[in-house]
């Protein structure tokens, strides 16, 4: 079965350091979304791209987070500096054919990152 | 005010016996899906399945039915005979306004979950 491969599975760093993190969407899905995940605010949407443009990213610090698609097949979510309260879980879910006049394909997610800011 | 709201925060079910998580949801779209997806404590997000809302039945995929009821704004979901693998965390979500333009279209909103305990 295609999946949506997410790296790294985890990671623990030190507060002020670069975080980046990868996704391969599923082949074939034109949309990329990043969520974060935390037992206070549940799962909430950070950004997300159609055909690698972005459309939303309200959802995002944009301070400190960025998220580009530099190709079809690589989307990437970049904390700097990252803080302790970036700690949480990161997925990926990518999406089939997703448009205006777009069916009801669900999204597929991603196993998540696991970060912790120390 | 909650688009996707999930009232129970913990269920209980026998093994074997069917159970049903509540799904309430506010939208004012015509278009519309809602979702469901387990997260098992290894923690990855599983899709479940769907309902559009323009769909005459309601939605089935094996164990799992969408107990869908337009008016009431509710898609619950019943899963028939459960399992001990069944015990997980289980997330309702809507996706809006797909069949229009707009920065909304494909977002899903989540639920807060609701977990679910199945006991031998």
């Known amino acids: 079965d295609a999946r949506v491969t997410q790296t790294p599975r985890h990671k623990v760093t030190e507060m002020g350091q670069e975080v980046t993190m990868r996704c391969q969407p599923i082949?074939?899905?034109?949309?990329v979304f990043w969520y974060r995940q935390t037992m206070m605010q549940g799962l909430e949407l950070l950004a997300y791209?159609?055909?690698?443009?972005?459309?939303?990213d309200s959802g995002m610090p944009k301070d400190r987070f960025s998220a580009e698609m530099p190709d079809a097949t690589l989307a990437t979510l970049k904390i700097q500096p990252s803080e302790p309260r970036d700690s949480a879980v990161y997925f990926c879910?990518?999406?089939?054919?997703?448009?205006?006049?777009?069916?009801?394909?669900?999204?597929?997610f991603g196993d998540g990152t696991r970060l912790s800011i120390l | 005010a909650q688009k996707i709201t999930q009232t129970q925060p913990g269920m209980f079910v026998q093994e074997k016996e069917a159970v049903t998580l509540d799904c309430t949801y506010d939208?004012?779209?015509?278009?519309?899906?809602l979702f469901w997806y387990k997260q098992p404590s290894s923690g990855e997000m599983i899709f479940l399945i769907y309902?559009?809302?323009?769909?005459?039945q309601n939605a089935t995929e094996g164990r799992y039915s969408l107990n869908f009821q337009k008016a009431r704004k509710s898609a619950n979901l019943v899963i028939s005979a459960s399992q001990l693998g069944d015990s997980a965390m289980y997330f309702c979500?809507?996706?809006?306004?797909?069949?229009?333009?707009?920065?909304?279209?494909?977002?899903?909103?989540f639920g807060q979950g609701t977990i679910l305990t199945v006991h031998p």
């Open positions: 979500a809507m996706r809006e306004g797909f069949s229009r333009g707009g920065t909304s279209y494909g977002k899903l909103t």
């Open positions: 791209f159609r055909n690698r443009a972005p459309l939303d």
């Open positions: 879910a990518s999406g089939p054919n997703w448009g205006p006049t777009g069916g009801l394909q669900p999204q597929h």
């Open positions: 309902q559009g809302s323009y769909d005459q």
């Open positions: 082949l074939g899905h034109n949309t």
């Open positions: 939208t004012s779209d015509p278009s519309y899906g």
